[in-house]
């Protein structure tokens, strides 16, 4: 018999003894076991807050490029996870959601790099000055915690229960320690024995302990976070451990509640929301067998119309086939083990003191390719509360299955009320047509739910369902629920960081924050900034410009331009009771003539302007008044490469008008901006190719030197590179462009980029087992034909610089593309025999 191994320390392992059985959900046969048992739990943790220090510091972006790139490792590697998904009696709909759901989580955190700077930290907010002359300030920033986040999973989602913490831990900076429940620790182990594999993650980032470890908490520190999904009772028992309370260590719990799901007054039969209203019903009682902490455990209907939402949920809950979950014809598959189906009883036994089930029942059913009695399986069962007021079950008791209550309302207020009685939930839903009843619900009941999802049919097309949470949202809620936070975008990262407030001078904290703070010290550039390339590009690095006057005919022709004719640029004579005491000139002039005096008009590093943060007009500028400006880089921010761009980064430029003439000095800066530019990163990755450069390495090229990959000879090599080359000139041109036409543009797209090309790739013009016939004599005559082709294929594009000419891969090229090509393919076979 298997055991489900734990990864610790850097290596796989498992526990001692015979340990727990695991049944397959399906079959009920006992296919593995879980042992945690002789674990050193401190080392454990300690062995993640040394290795921790890789993650610490590593910048937002290359944590974001991190998960962006396990994300699609993983993705191709999915179909053996579904087959181990079927165990745990999840369908394929329900394994799509745990496994390519957990998948996205890793896609959408590994975007949140974006909206960080290009640090291992981050600055939050805006600075604070704490003196008149701005001369001592302060900020707030997050850095990582130099702990570990400890994760206690439930059994319900093995993978997105990992991978929703898991992204988010590891974009602040965090190393993780998971336990997933033991009833589907396997398919955790499966998907991490895979990230483990790719050696993606920086050994350390993430730790598995495959099963209920009960003393993990004993050991944890105060610069470790602590998570936990699972049962109310469970979550609380764990909040109150006395280490957490001795440490101070963050706990967050997400765990079951009474999610309540009602249906508007106008939703009567017929309306597309009362459809939409039973179709979710249905659906979240049955997805993952209703084993859902978000699932629907009440819905609340209007009194009136109980019994047509009754017998509309019967007809659709017989649509609802039993069995193998492999099978498509299969809609519900099996709860986790036999112990979740004695579970489920003893909490619907315990609503059904009140309330009357309605449909369904614990009898045997029918199964498609599966044994009723052998599997986990379970009818969905409907209830219902007549008097949701007076009796209290259904309101404190969940069912953890395909189980959901129905209670009727007479009001809105009622519906408020009851939605409520479940003493916080993680999501509550609505479906109304009616916007003003959607807006009451919200705003009243929203104090006692993580999230309200308003469903109309407007929004149900590309609504994600109730019960579904999202990356870019928080998930978690109020009392019942645990009272915690999890994912939300950016926010949710910075739960595992810890906020310092910093002061200190505006050049202190320029030089901590990595972000130019206002009236901190400038460093004077030597040549124009906007002459550097992004990487020489440092926070302060300033140029001050010339002067300009501004005059009336500046500010009538920019009138006239832009048809801006307000009235305090036009007519002097309605100036009285204005703040303007002259004809004024436009602030979008200003901001204009500021750029004309800062601009390098050589081409350069900086690609384009991108845009425009922020910009403020201190006090009117008249015409005669003479202006010069500052320009001082504030801020890089990382860039990924977008289509047929070269690599490039965005840089942030403060831009700071002043008045020549002023007199006070208060009086002096009368407008600043934020302006952005994308600037063109450094190409280091290659050399240049031109003639001078392949005659110098050709030198030391002789027949008998090995290549450190592939089959070609030296000389072999060299007429390949003279074919590509004659290909561009379109002297070879018998072939076709094996690239499909929809895919062009993204390979193309590649020839942007400074990444090289991979090893071993069998170029589609050439034999791919066997070696091609050489033209040449000898090497020598190789080395001399190679020049040749080159000097042909320079004059080539001299002579005809707007032609295109196709290559077998890469389609059409124009001039500039085949200089990129040629400049990898180069660099790629001259490295491959050690030329460079």
């Known amino acids: 018999m298997q055991t489900t191994q734990s990864y610790i320390k850097g290596q796989w392992t498992q526990g001692k003894g015979e340990g727990h059985p695991i049944y397959d959900s399906i079959t009920g046969e006992q296919f593995t076991n879980v042992n945690v048992e002789g674990f050193d739990i401190p080392e454990v943790l300690a062995y ?145 024995k895979e990230i483990i594999a790719s050696g993606i993650l920086p050994e350390g980032a993430l730790q598995l302990i495959s099963g209920t470890e009960k003393t993990i908490l004993e050991s944890v520190e105060s610069q470790d976070i602590v998570t936990f999904t699972g049962s109310a009772a469970t979550g609380r028992l764990l909040k109150n451990h006395p280490r957490l309370l001795e440490e101070s260590v963050p706990f967050t719990m997400e765990a079951d509640s009474l999610n309540a799901c009602i249906l508007g007054e106008d939703a009567v039969p017929g309306t597309p929301e009362f459809d939409l209203f039973i179709r979710e019903v249905r659906n979240e009682m049955t997805v993952k067998c209703g084993q859902k902490c978000t699932a629907i455990r009440r819905a609340i209907v209007p009194e009136s119309l109980i019994e047509d939402v009754q017998i509309a949920l019967g007809k659709a809950l017989d649509k609802v086939t039993l069995g193998d979950p492999r099978l498509k014809e299969v809609r519900m598959g099996s709860l986790i083990d036999k112990k979740q189906v004695e579970a489920v009883k003893n909490a619907v036994n315990e609503i059904s003191k009140t309330a009357e089930v309605v449909y369904g029942g614990f009898n045997s059913a029918e199964t498609i390719n599966a044994d009723f009695e052998k599997g986990a399986f379970i009818k969905p069962i409907l209830m219902r509360e007549d008097q949701p007021f007076k009796n209290e079950a259904a309101h404190i008791t969940e069912a953890f299955g395909p189980v959901s209550t129905l209670m009727p309302y007479k009001s809105l207020e009622e519906a408020i009320q009851l939605s409520k009685k479940g003493k916080g939930s993680l999501v509550s839903s609505i479906f109304t047509n009616d916007d003003a009843i959607a807006r009451d619900y919200t705003l009243q009941a929203a104090s006692h739910h993580g999230r309200i999802m308003s469903i109309n049919r407007e929004s149900a097309k590309q609504s994600t369902g109730h019960g579904s949470p999202l990356p870019n949202l928080i998930h978690g809620g109020p009392g019942r629920a645990g009272g915690g936070e999890e994912m939300g975008g950016k926010r949710g990262i910075k739960h595992f960081m810890q906020r310092c407030a910093i002061q200190g001078s505006p050049t202190t904290l320029t030089e901590i924050t990595g972000i130019y703070q206002p009236k901190a010290d400038y460093k004077e550039a030597e040549r124009h900034p906007f002459a550097y390339h992004w990487e020489d590009i440092q926070p302060g690095m300033s140029l001050k410009t010339h002067n300009r006057t501004l005059t009336d005919t500046d500010i009538i022709n920019f009138g006239n331009l832009t048809w801006d004719h307000f009235y305090a640029h036009t007519d002097i004579t309605s100036l009285e009771g204005s703040i303007f005491e002259q004809r004024t000139a436009h602030g979008y002039f200003i901001i204009s003539a500021a750029a004309g005096l800062f601009v390098y008009p050589n081409k350069g590093p900086v690609a384009a302007n991108y845009g425009l943060e922020e910009i403020r007009f201190l006090r009117p500028l008249y015409h005669n008044d003479t202006i010069n400006v500052r320009l001082t880089c504030k801020e890089k921010v990382d860039r990924d490469p977008k289509g047929k761009e070269l690599p490039s980064g965005i840089v942030k430029w403060y831009v700071e008008v002043f008045d020549v003439e002023a007199v006070e000095e208060e009086d002096k800066l009368v407008a600043i901006a934020t302006i952005l530019t994308m600037v063109q990163k450094k190409q280091e990755t290659f050399h240049e190719v031109d003639k001078g450069f392949i005659e110098n390495k050709l030198k030391s090229l002789s027949a008998d030197d090995k290549a450190k990959w592939g089959k070609m000879t030296p000389q072999h090599m060299l007429e390949h590179l003279e074919m590509t080359l004659r290909i561009a000139t379109g002297e070879i041109s018998n072939f076709k462009v094996v690239t499909l036409e929809e ?94």
Not at 99 to 105: E, K
Not at 804 to 823: I, Q
């Open 48 to 192: 993640g807050r040394e290795k921790g220090e890789a993650l610490r510091q590593m910048t937002f972006q290359e944590r974001g490029n991190m998960l962006k790139s396990l994300a699609f490792y993983l993705q191709k590697r999915k179909k053996a996870f579904y087959e181990l998904s079927y165990r745990t009696g999840a369908t394929k709909m329900d394994s799509w959601f745990d496994i390519d759901g957990g998948f996205g989580n890793l896609f959408a955190n590994a975007s949140l790099r974006k909206l960080f700077p290009n640090q291992p930290f981050d600055v939050e907010g805006d600075p604070i000055d704490l003196s008149r002359g701005g001369r001592f300030m302060a900020h707030h920033i997050l850095v990582p915690k130099e702990g570990v986040a400890v994760h206690i999973n439930a059994f319900n989602f093995p993978v997105w229960g990992m991978l929703e913490k898991c992204a988010v831990n590891w974009m602040a900076g965090v190393p993780a320690v998971v336990l997933p429940a033991p009833q589907s620790a396997y398919l955790t182990e499966a998907v991490v």
């Open 743 to 836: 895919h062009i543009e993204k390979v193309q797209e590649t020839l942007y980029t400074y990444e090289k090309m991979p090893r071993g790739y069998k170029f589609p013009l050439i034999k791919e087992d066997e070696l091609e016939a050489l033209k040449h004599e000898n090497i020598e005559e190789a080395k001399k034909s190679l020049l040749q082709a080159y000097e042909a294929y320079e004059a080539f594009f001299r002579e005809h610089p707007e032609v295109t000419t196709k290559n077998a891969v890469f389609g059409e090229l124009n001039a500039f593309e085949w200089k990129l090509l040629n400049r990898k393919h180069f660099n790629h076979h001259f490295e491959q025999f050690g030329l460079i």
